[in-house]
């Protein structure tokens, strides 16, 4: 039986890489973890105050997972390197926090709320297309869009060169035809933004508001919270 003071391995290595158990596990799997100078096993257990090295780096922090949800201001790049002159989403976190991985991405042009955790399998079963993670984004576009093209992607979807791309569009004002709710399934790569620039528009603003079953609520730009 396993001693009731010890702690999962596999469990511990999630937490700190932000990565899934299977992905520790095959870590642990290829000779890169070791607890107090020994190569770890799989199915092993460590105790508070092993010393832990993945790959000879140690590892050290809360065996706690962390959920946050940041609403992600224009400008800022979701990476942990700044790129040019924009600043990372780390900028906006205290330091206890920059161990956190996004789940999912926002490009630097697009605001609202991203998600941060330590917990892989949870950023797994809200990125992979399997689960249908709807995401919610109000948009606004350089021109009005056009009753034929709304109901092109729609209906019908617009041709991308990584495959179709179809979303739901709900008019925002009933005074123009340029702001809109978009609502989606999928996530590839500036997809929204692709799929109206096929059409001739450019995308101005994009602010996502709901990720899942998380939602912006008065989260202030720049700011953040723990779910």
Partial sequence: MADSESLRLNKHLALQLGVSRREADNLIAAREVTVNGKIAELGGRFSEGDLILVKGKELTGSTDYVYLALNKPTGYVCSRKQQGEHPTIYALLPEKYHNLKPVGRL?????GIILLSNDGDFAFQM??????????????????????????????GIQLEDGPSKLSLERLSETNRVEW?????????????????????????????????????DIKPGKFVIL
Avoid: C
């Fill in 127 to 156: 990125t992979h297309p399997k689960f249908n993670k709807v995401k919610v984004y109000e948009v606004k576009l350089d021109r009005d869009l056009e009753p034929l093209h709304q109901q092109m992607i729609s209906d019908h």
């Fill in 107 to 111: 490009d630097q042009n697009s605001s």
């Fill in 181 to 217: 709710r978009v609502t989606m399934s999928e996530g590839r790569n500036r997809q929204i933004r692709r799929t109206f620039n096929s059409l001739g528009y450019e995308v101005t603003e994009l602010n996502r508001t709901n990720f899942g079953n998380y939602s912006l609520g």
